[in-house]
């Protein structure tokens, strides 16, 4: 009949995740998860030493950075009082995502445009990336793939690489602009492998794998990562 409502059917809303809906079962590695918090917090793992994961994923702006287009590498302070400066030469063109749950079992696909996800046509363990063939193995999931590729951009914390100059910023930059993501990890972890109190940590958290410094590679770092992010942001 001409202006009667049809009510539209109420959906219940989804349960909340419990401790199994995680790939920790809600018993996560207390060790790797502080290792995880250090390296995250760490401008290390950027080029120019400049910039960490939490400049962009800040826990006092809700694991991100509440800006439209994020400032990455070159940017200066943090979460909306964020600003670019003389030196950027090109914005992260996407926003910064917040992190809650991304532990959760049901997370299989990361980044905006679905670029690293679970190959649902293989065994448990196999991941589709932009690295291909020359992606490492040992993962724990595919968050802790999604943490291998922040570094590698040169807008986001690689740094940055004129080529109208042929003038990179850092040998991370200039890796980034050739495409040579294994040549990024594995600058990152001589870093890593340089620094004696990191040393002690991998070998805590990785005692059948880590037995010297040289034994340390960027995916013990990457599952340290999504460790921590998997235990501290669940809501």
């Not at 702006?61 to 287009?69: E, N, P, R, V």
């Not at 914005?91 to 910064?96: E, G, K, T, W």
């Not at 049901?106 to 905006?112: A, C, G, L, N, V």
């Not at 807008?155 to 990024?184: C, F, H, K, W």
């Amino acid at each position: 009949m001409e202006g009667t409502r049809l009510e539209e059917p109420v959906l219940p809303l989804p349960l909340p995740l419990e401790d199994a809906d995680y790939h920790d079962e809600g018993q996560p590695n207390l060790a790797k998860v502080e290792l995880g918090k250090l390296l995250f917090f760490d401008k290390l793992l950027s080029g120019n030493k400049n910039i960490a994961c939490a400049t962009c994923h800040h826990p006092l702006t809700g694991t991100t950075d509440s800006l439209s287009l994020s400032v990455g590498e070159g940017g200066r302070s943090l979460g909306m009082s964020r600003v670019e400066s003389d030196i950027i030469h090109e914005r992260v063109p996407r926003n910064s995502p917040a992190l809650f749950n991304l532990g959760a079992k049901e997370f299989k696909t990361f980044f905006h445009d679905g670029r690293v996800l679970e190959n649902p046509y293989a065994e448990p363990g196999d991941f589709i990336s932009p690295a291909g063939s020359d992606l490492p193995e040992g993962f724990d999931n595919a968050l802790a793939v999604q943490a291998m590729f922040p570094v590698t951009s040169p807008t986001e914390m690689a740094g940055q690489y004129d080529g109208g100059t042929d003038v990179s910023e850092n040998d991370i930059a200039s890796r980034a602009a050739a495409g040579d993501l294994p040549g990024i990890w594995s600058l990152l972890t001589e870093r890593l492998q340089g620094v004696d109190e990191y040393v002690v940590l991998f070998k805590s958290v990785y005692p059948d794998e880590v037995k010297e410094a040289s034994d340390i590679t960027f995916v013990h770092a990457a599952n340290a990562i999504a460790a921590f992010e998997a235990s501290q942001w669940r809501a």
